[in-house]
């Protein structure tokens, strides 16, 4: 076992790449469970904090699970961090030893994405909703955790929303980074220009990466073209330039069961079929919310005050803006995404034993 082996105590599963005459055929597409889970490692191996790697049983499937194994004060409130559209646990690689220290810190690769089941889904909002938050509390349920702090990243963070509407008995506190799914699609969009209805159909049945599934053995390189911004967002720890980027591919050129799920709740310009800015008030009055935007993304922070307005008189919301990042918060600017969430991770702590695990 190596040096950095030892840090990764992880519950093998036999993942076979096929059976029969399709295991002897080309790969048009240079992926498999096994590279997925090889690219996984290629990243983890740059977190210092001991990691136990796992799957959660649930009646829709597997939910791949990261537990960081490190010894923790009993009244410390747990951290779950929820990834966006396209990734997967791989990508909290520059926050996991800074937010660990302390606490207990789980993520998961949400249904459909990374190396979690890639079941069917629902094809209508309420049933893709239903399907992902009811995972989310199998999950929870059978990691014994009773209270925790929730952290979601643009599509995750619009499932760590819907969660904890359901589920306020659970969360301490909801931590939304950059967060999708709040803004409504302003009236003037919707009256598209007959020329882009035009486009918009012939798109319509693709989902988000069907280029890079279709590109084949040119998919990894399609990553770096499209993405160059992901080896400098990372390399300063991750000092293996094409390991994020690898990861990114192998996590996209699965069956894209996510994408379809997501392809459900969206509107033909990205936005949000159902609204949070609708359904925010309904959040439980005692739950504090801190939301993170990057200043550079197309995500629209006046959201996050909207939302301070919506909730006036319930527990405080928080609205962070950070300069010099974009969409992706947690890696263009780490540093203070980490200190940020530390802080709002230790706001509401609780003092009752049993939340920590």
Partial sequence: MTAHDHQIAQDEESEGSGSGLGAYLPRWRPT??????????????FVQTPLKLFNTATTFGKIWTLRTNNEVPENKVPLVMLHGMGAGIGIWVLNLDTIAKGRRVYALDLLGFGRSSRPQFPSSVEGVEDQYISSIEQWRSANNLTRFTLLGHSFGGYLATLYAKK?????AHLVLADPWGFTRMPEEKMQIPLRWKLVINVLKPFNIFSGLRAAGPLGPRLVNKMRPDLQVKFTKHVKDVDAVPNYIYHCNAQNPSGEVAFKSLHLELGYAKSPLIDRISDLHKDIPVTMI?????????TNGYRVQEL??????????????AGHHVYADDPERFNTLLSYACGMYECTDNSSSN
């Avoid at 589920?167 to 969360?171: E, F, K, R, S």
């Avoid at 935007?293 to 922070?301: E, K, L, N």
């Avoid at 909730?311 to 010099?324: C, F, K, S, T, Y």
């Fill in 167 to 171: 589920y306020p008995q659970h969360i």
């Fill in 32 to 45: 498999s469970s096994t590279d997925l889970g090889l690219a996984e490692k290629r990243v983890l191996k």
């Fill in 293 to 301: 935007y990057g200043a550079q993304s197309w995500m629209d922070p």
């Fill in 311 to 324: 909730r006036e008189g319930m527990a405080p919301v928080a609205v962070e803006l950070i300069l010099n």
